[in-house]
């Protein structure tokens, strides 16, 4: 037998903080703030149509590309969010598969070769760094800056050169809740046209925004034929574990995901395809997306006071469904440290931001709390939180003052 079973592409693609913090948090019954997904029910149109679909016996393999139907929903879609813009084609530029995941990893060995670099702003989804190593790609990183998570532009600029090929973007961000605005995408953009790079733009949390419009990246001006744009019902539809995403791009980025694709799950589920081609416009006819921003607005409201009841201040955040606090000057040794302790003493579980840095030193000291949870997840957090707020340590920091 061989010394060494492994592939030396997943060399350091190792068990995340996120499959430890679960664990512990099972074992010690804690409120699991820290997991990005609902714990509440998901809506019953949305269940109901799936159900139907599989009732009726549409269990079968679909078409690689993705069910016809829905991939017609989603070319309408696309027009309710971009009204001003050309229309796209669902034959030619839209992609159905298991979840923004894995049309991530799609993206990634689509466009870029070996020794190829992608630039990724960071804090990032644990996802896009080992994406990129496995295909053989190396990651640029670019700092983005608490309060606000704004990014310096030089630093942008000076990422780039004649090896890049990629960009990855994710807006509304995770875990950082920013939303990137006109002027960041401007300065992006101008870059990509400039080095000719390819955008892959998670747009997963596209339609929870607060304070804030989502704008996509493909429709400024002559992105579109360098953006491979990706979304999922998980987020906006409360079903992640169904794992149905799909990608908007050229005809020519089309082809080569879909050449990945078809080799890499080929299709996927059916029956949540043909009902989310149902769900799409009884979304846009009842309101639906409003809807979901209030109830998440609602949430957050109420996670902040939780925490700040625990004198946890979060960050402002423009979107997605994630607060970040400073854990600094209460005597943990760092944010995974806090992360595991506020399980094993307190009982609540949160995701130490420094699992979305490739080198986690350069960290702040921030966890990580979910709000996509019942408000009695997040009351039952309070009592359990509370006991933070006598445990400053004499002599340090307040949390916001920067350091
Ligand atoms: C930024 C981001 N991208 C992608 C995903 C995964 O999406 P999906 O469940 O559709 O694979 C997540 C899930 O947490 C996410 O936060």
Not at 63 to 73: K, N
Not at 139 to 152: E, G, K, Y
Not at 271 to 284: M, V
């Amino acid at each position: 037998m061989r010394e060494r079973l492994a592939a030396e592409r997943i060399d350091g693609v190792g068990t995340s903080i996120f499959t430890e913090i679960t664990a512990l948090a099972a074992r010690h019954d804690a409120v699991n703030l820290g997991q990005g997904f609902p714990d509440f029910a998901a809506p019953d149109f949305v269940k109901e149509a799936a159900a139907r679909h599989i009732r009726e016996d549409r269990n079968q393999y679909a078409a690689s590309p993705g069910v016809p139907r829905l991939r017609e929903a989603l070319a309408v879609d696309w027009r309710r969010r971009h009204p001003d813009k050309p229309a796209v084609d669902p034959d030619l530029e839209i992609t159905v598969a298991a979840g923004a995941t894995e049309l991530l990893h799609d993206a990634i060995l689509a466009t870029v070769n070996p020794g190829d670099e992608v630039i990724v702003f960071e804090p990032a989804y644990d996802a896009y760094a080992p994406g990129v190593s496995m295909a053989g790609g190396i990651t640029r990183t670019v700092a983005l800056f608490q309060p606000n998570w704004s990014f310096d532009a030089a630093h942008l600029s000076a990422a780039f050169g004649p090896r890049t090929r990629a960009l990855i973007l994710n807006t509304p961000h995770n875990p950082t809740g920013k939303v990137f605005s006109r002027a960041d995408l401007e300065i992006i953009a101008d870059l990509c046209h400039q080095y000719d790079v390819t955008v892959i733009s998670d747009e997963v949390y596209s339609e929870i925004t607060f304070e804030a419009t989502h704008l996509s990246i493909a429709t400024l001006p002559g992105m579109f034929d360098r953006t491979i744009t990706i979304d999922s019902m998980g987020k906006t539809f409360s079903v992640t574990g169904w794992k149905i995403g799909w990608a908007v791009a050229s005809a020519a980025l089309t082809s080569a995901l879909r050449a990945v694709h078809q080799f890499v799950t080929f299709t996927s589920g059916t029956p949540f395809q043909e009902a989310l081609a149902d769900i799409l416009p009884i979304a846009a006819r009842d309101g639906y997306y409003d809807k979901l921003r209030e109830d998440y607005r609602r949430r957050r409201d109420l996670l902040t006071r939780v925490l700040k009841q625990a004198d946890l201040d979060p960050l402002p955040v423009e979107g997605a469904y994630f607060l970040l606090t400073d854990i600094g000057g209460r005597g943990f040794d760092g944010d995974a440290d806090f992360c595991r302790r506020l399980v094993t003493e307190f009982g609540v579980a949160a995701i130490p931001t420094s699992a979305f840095y490739t080198d986690p030193r350069r960290a702040p000291a921030l966890a990580r709390f979910c709000f996509a949870k019942k408000e009695a997840t997040i009351e039952a957090a309070a009592p359990r939180l509370a006991p933070l707020a006598r445990r400053r340590v004499p002599g340090t920091a307040h949390p916001r003052s920067g350091i």
